[in-house]
């Protein structure tokens, strides 16, 4: 039996000695070809591409490249490892994202083995009718260019413009600053369909509007890559920072308003006296939040609201509002801002005063009402409550419609 196995090992040793003979006899590179020495790399369908195809004796570095009448080479395989065996390539004539112009190139295959040994097959390789034009991107634009994805109604988004030259398969997206995580910008939707030629915009928000937390705050490269139907490739890039990011939250503290007759301190308003409220609103969020007027403490007649006190709707801010049942007009006609506006964090931006309730932040509001014509219908209560409103954006389900009270309205 233990002849047997000295054998079989003497049997396996001979059968791997014979292969490594018989490889080395091969030459390192051999049987290199290309199906078509003359194509016209124009897409249209017609010889726009030749195949090289080639096969390694043994492991090594294979080049392949053009030599152009100056003698520059133009590499379309730089030194990539194989090892034994048999390939394929197609060629289109584009090297470097670039057409390589008309005319007669002399095609090298090159191998380089471990030990340093090389070898080398050549031949002559013609270009005709070659789209060597690149799509271009005209006009391409980044704003702004400091973005911060915050829901607040300033620079929450970055818009992206270009004037496409030519039909192209067009990619944008983010390079983070560690240069490998990419973030893709979908491209808004517009007459003009993705890739065609002509104007495009991309309306960028970090993923906020999705309740999703944006990139991580930070310096990035936005870049804009277009590759034609024969392979030319232009690529444009700019940057973008982006700060104080993130999904902002607040509540109004613990879902419980104070409502009464500041004058008694009971809960029954007669008309035409004043109904008071007292609350507690918290950024419970990591960013800040921004607010406008009028502050806390303002005073409404029940006929006003938040436009008469000249604070329209403001795109991105929070504010206080109370409704009533019966309520004629729109919801939450009686805004206040999320606290006094002397207590809050003031910033200049664009020229204006900007006022901010910071991450952890808790502020008291309070406000009256006079009740001059709130309607009673065969009721003598009328339900009262406060909601924490993100205008133009939304209101939190918990937000909406806190604490009704039922306030007794005498004559």
């Known amino acids: 039996m233990r002849f047997k196995r000295i054998g079989f090992l003497l049997m396996i040793i001979a059968v791997a000695a014979l292969f490594s003979a018989c490889s080395n006899s091969r030459p390192l590179l051999y049987d290199v070809s290309v199906s078509l020495d003359t194509i016209s790399p124009n897409a249209d369908g017609i010889d726009d591409v030749t195949r090289f195809s080639y096969k390694l004796s043994r492991s090594a570095d ?65 270009l005709q009718n070659a789209d060597t034009t690149r799509p271009e991107f005209q006009g391409f634009s980044v704003y702004p260019q400091e973005f911060t994805p915050n829901r607040d109604g300033i620079n929450d988004r970055v818009t992206i413009n ?3 030259t030519k039909k192209a398969d067009v990619q944008v997206y983010l390079i983070a600053p560690d240069g490998e995580t990419r973030y893709p910008i979908e491209e808004k939707e517009r007459d003009v369909e993705p890739g065609d030629p002509g104007f495009h915009t991309y309306d960028y928000e970090g993923g906020v509007d999705l309740g999703a937390e944006p990139p991580p705050d930070g310096t990035y490269i936005i870049r804009a890559e277009a590759v034609d139907t024969v392979g030319n490739r232009t690529v444009v890039t700019d940057t973008l920072t982006i700060a104080e990011g993130g999904v902002p939250r607040a509540d109004i503290l613990g879902g419980t308003v104070d409502f009464y007759n500041p004058a008694t301190g009971d809960k029954v308003v007669p008309l035409g006296q004043t109904i008071a409220f007292t609350l507690t609103v918290e950024n419970f969020g990591d960013v800040p939040i921004r607010t406008i007027g009028p502050g806390s403490g303002a005073h409404y007649a029940s006929e006003e609201n938040f436009n008469t006190l000249g604070f329209p709707q403001s795109s991105g801010v929070w504010r206080v509002g109370i409704d009533f049942e019966g309520n004629p007009s729109y919801a939450y006609p009686y805004r206040w801002a999320v606290g006094n506006l002397d207590e809050l964090e003031q910033r200049t931006i664009n020229g204006n005063t900007e006022y901010y309730l910071m991450p952890g932040q808790r502020a008291i509001v309070t406000g009256t009402i006079q009740l001059n014509d709130v309607p009673l219908g065969n009721k003598d209560a009328v339900y009262f409550w406060a909601g924490l409103i993100h205008e133009d954006v939304a209101i939190d389900a918990f937000n909406d419609h806190v604490d009704p009270t039922p306030i007794n309205i005498g004559f």
């Open 162 to 164: 270009y004037y496409l």
């Open 62 to 126: 294979l080049s392949i490249y053009l030599i152009d009448d100056a003698g520059e080479k133009h590499y379309f395989r730089d030194a990539r490892r194989r090892s034994t065996g048999s390939y394929r390539v197609d060629f289109g004539g584009v090297v470097d994202g670039a057409m390589l112009p008309d005319g007669q190139y002399t095609w090298v295959v090159e191998a380089v083995d471990d030990a340093g040994q090389s070898a080398r097959v050549d031949g002559t390789l013609t």
